[in-house]
Structures are given as C-alpha cells and as structure tokens.
C-alpha cells in the first residue's frame, strides 16, 4: 500500500513540514512533485527525484535528491524550489486571511520530468499553508492620514510593536506582518505608495507620516511601549533606518537589503532637511536573461557625492539590525550597511548588528518562499533582477526570521504565543 505523508497536513507558510513516502519496493526511482496555484491563477511547481531505501521509503529529512530542482538532502526543498509558470511572478499571499496556499504533494513511481495527466501518481496528498494564526485578527486601517492593515495576536495583551513595510513598488502586503502578529507581536502593515488613496509617486519622504502612524500604533491598548520595532524591506528598510534616526517612538529597526542613504527623493521632518541622491540609470546593466540589474544605479556609499544624502545613524538611540543578501542585484546592500555601521562606530555607537548571506538575493521573506528572481517593478519596462540561488536564499530566510525575532523581543520585551 502506497502511501504519502505530510506533517503536519495544516501550519503556518513560515514552518517546516516532514514528507515520508513507504510502501514502495526497495531502491525504487520515484519522483516527487509538488503544485500550489496562487491567487491570480499562476501556477507554481517543483519535482526531485529519489530513491527508496531497502525499506521501501523516502523520507526526505534523510534521504538525498538525486535531481530536479534541487538537489542533496533538504527537506523543505520542494517548497522552497518553487518556480512559477509565467516568467517574472512572484509568489505573494493577497488574502492572508482567507483561504490558505494549498500545496499538493504528488508520488510517482518513476522519475517524471513534466506531468501531464497521463502520469497517474501513486499517492497524493495536500498541504495547507496559513498566513495567519487562529485568533489573529486584522483591520483595516484609515485614520488620519495612515493607511494600512493591523494584526492583533490573539490574547489580551499587552504586545510588542512593529510597523512592517516593504519596498518601492507601493501598495500593501500583508503576509509578512500576518505572520509576525502569529507570533505575538502587534504589526501594523503600513502603506506610504500606490495605495488606497495616497499618492502614486513620491515627491518627498515625509517622516510626519510615519510619526503620525508610530504614534497610533503606540496609542493601541494591546501595544506595550513604550517604543516600537520596524522591519523594513529595499525602500522601507531606507525609511525604517530614518525612523530609528529621527523618531522617538521608534527603539528598534530590522533593515532588509536597504540603503542607507536617502535615494531619489528628499526626506523632510519638521526643521530636517535631507537631499535625496540621483539615480545612476545609465548603469543599469541588461542581463542575459533580458532582465534589469540595478545594483550601480544608487552609487557607491562611500562616494562623496552621496554624503549629503547618508542617514546619521549616529543620532538613532535605538538598535538596528542589517541583513543583507550578498548576491543582491538591486542595491550594493552589504557595503550600505558596512558603511552606516563604520558612520556608527565612529561617533562611538554600538548599536547595530550585520547579518550577511552569501548568494541570497534581495527579496528575503519570511521562510517557505520560493526564491523570486526578477519582478516587473514601477516605472520601468524592464522587470529588475533580483539576484540569489535557490538554497542559499532558503537557508538564508530560515535563519534571518528566527533572528529578526529574537531581535525584536530582545529589545521590545517578550512576544505573546513565542513557542509558535
């Protein structure tokens, strides 16, 4: 009797899961195939080929692959292997309280290359991957001039603070901060672009508007105060290092391959005044998979010419974490934090840490996620390359999330529901 085993069957999309398959005769050449379909309808898929031991099973916490798209032991790597039917789309949780990401595990009894329905599997099974914990809940947020969505650990409280914020694209994704608020934390996923009603393009970065929203993040009965985390992605990761500067509210920051300048647009915040740094376009290179790859356009940190534009780390009271993919294609990430931590240093602070992975890329996400290599992004034809390799990436958002954690509740005191 075939059989195909995942445990656990239901968790959230950031947790490990175990896959074992028996019942197969020894050595046996089987193929593992893995199928989730987003919310837009795109597909997503992985397969991996094994061999059965003298028992007759695979289990992939122990056994090797021995190809597909990825290879060695790794039992997350049908997961993480993931690669999307249509080229440039990546896979992004709309509706984090909704419905889960159902993944279906398919067995087949001889290495497959591409199923198609003449391929009959011998066991089958699904996988529900959640966004959010029970008991979490999420609102809506309009107050003011603040758009976002808030997520509420369940419990009463009180909780750690964050604000969560990804890059220059705008809008509002929500899975990051759902997950986080399944571990006790109170996030506020917050817009500052293309959203609701706020502006399409940014003329300058108005630090009153995430002031405004610190302050009604810290004015909610389940927060604990009396400061705030931020955890910042690209261009919030830029606005997470100027909120730790420059507000109070504000004691600690996760910085995720972000620049430590002012890039683009000027920031101002009352009497503060910083010019933005000009785009180098023209060292936009084109790869040789017709993609964009920025990661000169910013310039060089140390250049002279972006001191003006520097964030002074030196006035922040709070602490700041950096993690940096080291084959991020987007941004000189690592030299952007090595050189706002030496700006730090210098003025006598010792309140930044560096996490940096060899070969992951720019976009890392809570673990779980496929490695997304180039996306359209806003204002320009060419979809940006974002740089990375499968399993390092993987690794690299396994170990980052557990320590952007720790960071937090270190510095914020301890989260509700932490053994989740």
């Not at 996923?189 to 630090?207: K, M, V």
Request: hydrophobic share 40%.
């Amino acid at each position: 009797m075939f059989q195909l085993t995942v445990t656990p069957e239901s968790s959230l999309a950031d947790l490990p899961v175990w896959i074992r398959a028996s019942g197969l005769a020894p050595s046996q050449l089987v193929t593992l195939h893995a199928l989730l379909t987003d919310e837009k309808g795109v597909k997503f898929e992985s397969r991996a080929f094994y061999q059965a031991n003298k028992a007759g099973e695979v289990d992939l916490k122990e056994a090797c692959s021995l190809g597909g798209d990825y290879a060695g032991v790794w039992p997350m790597g049908l997961f993480c292997s993931m690669k999307p039917e249509k080229l440039f789309h990546r896979l992004v949780k709309r509706d984090v309280m909704g419905s889960p990401y159902r993944v279906h595990i398919n067995l087949f009894g001889y290495p497959v290359l591409l199923p198609s329905p003449e391929h009959v599997p011998l066991a089958t099974c699904t996988v529900e991957r959640w966004y959010a914990a029970p008991g979490v809940k999420r609102f809506q947020i309009k107050e003011g001039r603040v758009r976002g969505a808030l997520f509420l650990p369940p419990g009463p409280g009180p909780f750690p603070g964050v604000i969560d914020m990804f890059g220059g694209s705008g809008g509002l994704m929500e899975s990051r901060a759902s997950l986080l608020a399944s571990k006790g934390f109170v996030v506020l996923a917050l817009a500052f672009l293309a959203y609701d009603d706020l502006p399409q393009t940014l003329q300058e970065l108005d630090l009153e508007y995430f002031e405004e929203a610190a302050i009604l993040l810290l004015n909610h009965s389940k927060v604990r105060g009396p400061g705030l985390g931020v955890l910042g992605l690209s261009k919030g990761a830029e606005i997470a290092l100027a909120m730790c500067t420059f507000l109070k509210q504000i004691v600690a920051v996760v910085c995720i391959n972000g620049s430590t300048s002012i890039n683009g647009i000027p920031l101002r915040f009352r009497d503060i005044h910083i010019p933005g740094s000009r785009y180098y376009a023209e060292k936009s290179l084109i790869t040789d998979t017709g993609t964009l790859c920025s990661y000169h356009v910013m310039g060089d940190p140390r250049e002279e010419s972006l001191q003006a534009s520097a964030i002074p780390l030196e006035k922040a009271a709070g602490h700041v974490l950096f993690v940096v993919g080291e084959d991020d294609c987007s941004i000189m990430s690592k030299l952007y934090a090595e050189v706002a931590i030496a700006r730090a240093k210098k003025y006598g602070k010792n309140n930044c840490t560096l996490l940096s992975y060899p070969e992951a890329g720019h976009l890392i996400e809570p673990p779980g996620s496929p490695l997304c290599r180039a996306t359209p992004i806003r204002a320009s034809p060419i979809p940006s390359q974002w740089g990375g390799k499968t399993e390092p990436h993987a690794k690299a958002q396994e170990h980052s999330w557990k320590e952007i954690q720790k960071f937090f509740r270190r510095h914020l005191g301890p989260a509700g529901n932490s053994k989740l």
